[in-house]
């Protein structure tokens, strides 16, 4: 199999106008080299949920800024997520504390979240000391990175005192990971893809809509690490699949599709929506090559165990990202029999835990 032709890749690339480090001094209004700077405070403090997209972002048309191939909606889970403390500190690279263990700076999580932070040193040798802790298992498909960088984000803002406003807080979480721009809000969240080179218009704001009998229900499958990373299996997709041509269109669709069931509260509209929506993004994830495949043998089972819960008249889709685990949608009434299939199963709804 032979990588899709340059003119096909080309359909959906742009050309970044500015650099990453143009970027984000145009946000913060500043260069944080700017000597007469000094950080407001001793430390930093963020803390952001996880979020679940309803309909999905995959595929970048540009990568250094991070810039998605289309739109996508989310909703938050409270009670799940990052909180992230941050600090100055003198040496020769970061100490990035996860989850209370120090991590190796070659370690792929360190050496990422260091490459963002490379955005913000005031000097060369401005180190951070970054503590943070993940109430989610880190990697497995639960959205970590989404949270992580939100509240990252959060805690810069925080640490150097910039007052930014959420959208741009938006714009800079997606510099470090795309579904984190919409960490930055509870409840539902829409990131416009955007249309301009430099990134500017591509940020995520709050779709203000409150859904009390709304419920998502986690089902671990796995929480293992995944062998394909999102940002590498989405640029993968892009590479090799055919059927990946067709993915845009339908992605900004879905999108409408379910703001418009958010705004009526139409609930099958919202599930049925966001059940194909994922089903199509893992179709373009199998066909691409070498074959992504998240799902375990227990994931398959599962999606069974849905359809025939709703041949029963039990009102119940399902969402899944890069991972094999399965997020359920639902409405309240519908909670026991839901339990009852699913014994595991962790339920939050949105809009009435905080
Ligand atoms: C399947 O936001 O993790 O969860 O921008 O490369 O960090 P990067 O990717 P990431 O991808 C998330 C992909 C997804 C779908 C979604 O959350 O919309």
């Avoid at 106008?17 to 950080?39: C, E």
């Avoid at 940020?203 to 062998?227: H, M, N, Q, R, V």
Wanted: hydrophobic fraction near 40%.
């Amino acid at each position: 199999m032979t990588p899709l032709s340059k003119m096909q890749t080309m359909l959906f690339e742009t050309q970044a106008s500015l650099s990453p480090q143009a970027f984000v001094d145009r946000i913060i209004g500043h260069s944080q080299q700017d000597s007469s700077l000094k950080p407001a405070k001793a430390c930093g403090f963020g803390a952001a949920p996880v979020n679940i997209a309803l309909s999905k972002y995959w595929g970048k048309r540009e990568t250094t800024l991070n810039l998605p191939i289309n739109s996508s909606v989310s909703i938050s889970l409270p009670g799940l997520g990052t909180q992230t403390e941050l600090s100055l500190t003198e040496g020769q690279q970061d100490q990035i504390v996860l989850n209370d263990q120090l991590l190796e700076p070659h370690h792929p999580f360190a050496k990422r979240l260091s490459g963002f932070l490379d955005y913000f040193r005031l000097n060369d040798h401005t180190m951070f000391h970054v503590d943070t802790l993940n109430s989610v298992p880190t990697a497995a498909g639960l959205a970590s990175s989404a949270s992580g960088y939100a509240a990252l984000v959060l805690a810069l803002n925080d640490l150097f005192q910039w007052q930014l406003q959420p959208k741009k807080l938006s714009l800079l979480a997606r510099l470090g990971s795309g579904s984190a721009s919409r960490s930055l809000y509870p409840g539902f969240a829409i990131w416009h893809k955007g249309e301009r080179d430099d990134g500017m218009d591509s940020y995520a704001e709050a779709i203000e809509t409150s859904w009390p009998e709304l419920c998502i229900g986690l089902l671990k499958i796995d929480i293992g690490e995944k062998s394909v990373g999102s940002t590498a299996g989405m640029q993968q997709t892009v590479n090799t699949c055919e059927l990946y041509q067709t993915w845009p269109q339908q992605a900004e669709k879905d999108v409408l599709k379910i703001q418009q069931a958010i705004t009526n509260k139409d609930f099958t509209l919202l599930g049925e929506t966001a059940e194909h929506n994922a089903l199509s993004m893992h179709a373009t994830m199998i066909a691409t090559w070498p074959p992504i495949l998240y799902w375990q043998p227990e994931s398959v089972a599962a999606m069974h165990t849905i359809w025939q819960l709703r041949q029963q008249g039990v009102t119940v889709y399902f969402t899944m990202d890069a991972g094999p685990n399965l997020k359920l949608l639902f409405l309240e009434t519908q909670k026991p029999a839901i339990e009852q299939a699913f014994a595991e199963l962790e339920v939050i709804q949105p809009f009435k835990q905080s």
